[in-house]
């Protein structure tokens, strides 16, 4: 495993032996990560393996496929990854995601008798720097399963080292959470436990809560001071389950806005949407503003 700094151009494919070492993907359990490997093919160009397993915790299959937001999960390690080991990026430092998308097909991501590796071209286009590092970054990502590109998507994100973060979240004016609210129904939402369910019942039937479980050992990898992005990703994915049944959100594109606390009611909303297929526009509004907006695509997953 090489060090995680700047390296020279390599032209070799990366490997999918061991995984790349946690801190560079912000992940505490080494099961959650997904990458294995990385080299610099250009200055602002990376290509990066990573690896899916045959059964994931959380990520579970769908209609014979991998479930298409690991996807997502790949681009925003791969963005951290790059930033980190391409760009000198210190760790510790907090990536605020300003927008996540990602765009697969379907049959590319059909699941066989062993894990998934997939090879990222990982192009960096950095829109702020400072002090010669990225303040402001936008990665765009292709993935490709032996050669051939089955998906593809984009983060868009800020950097903020450890003492700028501190002085915009001080600890001590993050307000406790509310007392989560029963989960719907877990087949509702195409889930088998209702420890893995993001949605409760809106009191006023005007669509769905926002459950934020910290104690949930995958969407709350590591302690955070708001909702992690990755469940607002599968709340727009569950909500789409809710408004169409059994779907296959193959496509995804979100817009984070603003932080969404753990402390007031984040009310999640989903309407169709016109639409290259199957459309829907989810959001999450706390504090009577958007807080996140997801386009979903979907396909019927059976």
Not at 17 to 44: K, N
Not at 248 to 265: I, K, Q, R
Not at 293 to 298: E, T, W
């Amino acid at each position: 495993m090489r060090t995680p700094t700047r390296e020279a151009v390599r032209s070799e494919e990366p490997g999918f032996s061991q995984t790349v070492p946690r801190a560079l993907v912000h992940r505490a359990a080494i099961s959650e990560v997904l990458l294995t490997d990385w080299l610099r093919t250009d200055r602002d160009e990376f290509t990066v393996a990573a690896q899916w397993p045959r059964a994931h915790a959380y990520h579970t299959p769908v209609g014979g496929c991998h479930d298409p937001l690991l996807a997502a999960e790949t681009v925003r390690q791969a963005s951290m990854l790059v930033s980190h080991a391409g760009y000198d990026v210190p760790l510790g430092s907090a990536f605020l995601t300003r927008s996540l998308s990602y765009l697969v097909e379907p049959d590319g991501l059909r699941q066989d008798d062993r894990p998934l590796n997939l090879v990222a071209r990982v192009s960096c286009r950095p829109l702020k720097l400072r002090a010669g590092r990225p303040r402001e970054m936008r990665t765009d990502v292709t993935l490709y399963r032996d050669g051939e590109a089955v998906g593809s998507g984009h983060a868009e994100f800020t950097v903020v080292e450890p003492a700028a973060y501190a002085r915009l979240r001080p600890a001590d004016r993050i307000a406790p959470a509310d007392p989560l609210a029963p989960p719907v129904a877990p087949g509702s939402v195409g889930r088998h436990r209702a420890a893995d369910v993001v949605l409760a019942e809106h009191p006023a039937g005007e669509g769905w809560l926002l459950r934020a479980d910290q104690s949930h050992p995958v969407l709350f990898d590591h302690p955070v001071d708001h909702v992690p992005g990755a469940l607002l990703l599968e709340a727009a994915r569950q909500a789409a389950v809710l408004a169409l049944g059994p779907v296959l959100p193959y496509g995804m594109h979100t817009v984070f806005h603003h932080y969404v606390e753990f402390a007031g009611a984040a009310v999640v909303s989903a309407e169709p949407e016109p639409a290259d297929g199957l459309g829907l526009r989810v959001q999450v509004v706390q504090a009577g503003r958007v807080a996140a907006l997801s386009r979903v695509l979907v396909r019927a997953s059976g």
